[in-house]
């Protein structure tokens, strides 16, 4: 089964800019999770997308934005880029959540860079 | 204002001996634990996971054990190899299917 791939791989961006990161979860997860790692804060949770829904949201704020497509590729945008945005941007999956987490796949990520 | 880089812990083992990787976690509502492996330039890899209701599992050369009382999870590598090199990450979940990582410890393996 292949695992979870993310698109592009690397960005440079100025700041202002926006920028869109793509992710397509293994087949037959249905949730979507992205986080934000950086040497400063380390691993950070920013939203989780089930069926098309955004389930779970992190304290980041509203420049950072995501959906969920009906075959649960899921994708985040950020808006008006800032220094402080480069970072390693990490899409996770997982199955159905029926009650109990379920344990989440990583992708290998999209280094964005702002300058 | 600048930011400062997370001081990782540390830990460096000679080849062939058994690590131990330890990570306090904060909420005592989570109940469910996976530990994580991050090499260079690459997303975290699963290891091995663990519910409340279990205080030790065991994988393949890996061991987690979950003390809930002290709040502490600890990950245990048998005969540690150069491969074994990398960041390890203990994530809990205390709601829903959000998890909250630490910190990381780097691990470095002597040959």
């Known amino acids: ?115 | 204002g600048e930011s400062v880089g997370l001081h990782l812990p540390t830990l460096s083992v000679q080849e062939g001996d058994n690590s131990i990787i330890n990570c306090a976690y904060s909420n005592s509502a989570s109940d469910y634990f996976i530990w994580y492996k991050q090499e260079s330039g690459k997303g975290p890899q699963f290891i091995i996971d663990i519910r409340s209701n279990m205080d030790k599992r065991q994988g393949q050369r890996v061991t987690v054990l979950l003390n809930k009382t002290v709040k502490h999870l600890s990950l245990q590598i048998a005969a540690t190899q150069p491969g074994d090199s990398a960041v390890y990450f203990c994530a809990e979940n205390p709601t829903g299917n959000q998890f909250y990582f630490g910190t990381g410890t780097s691990l470095t393996v002597i040959p």
């Not at chain 1, 202002?16 to 949730?31: E, K, M």
């Not at chain 1, 989780?48 to 950072?64: A, I, M, V």
């Not at chain 1, 390693?88 to 964005?112: E, K, V």
């Open chain 1, 1 to 115: 089964k292949a695992g979870v791939t993310q698109t592009p791989r690397y960005l440079i961006k100025t700041r202002g800019q926006q920028v869109t990161l793509s992710c397509s979860p293994i087949s037959g997860h249905r949730s979507v999770s992205w986080y934000q790692q950086t040497p400063g804060q380390g691993l950070q949770f920013l939203f989780e997308y089930f069926s098309e829904t955004q389930r779970n949201k992190g304290n980041f704020p509203g420049r950072f934005s995501g959906r969920q497509f009906s075959n649960s590729r899921s994708e985040m945008n950020v808006s008006t880029l800032e220094l402080g945005d480069s970072a390693l941007y990490l899409c996770a999956s997982s199955l159905p959540f029926s009650g109990r987490a379920d344990t989440q796949y990583f992708g290998p990520g999209t280094r964005l860079t702002v300058l």
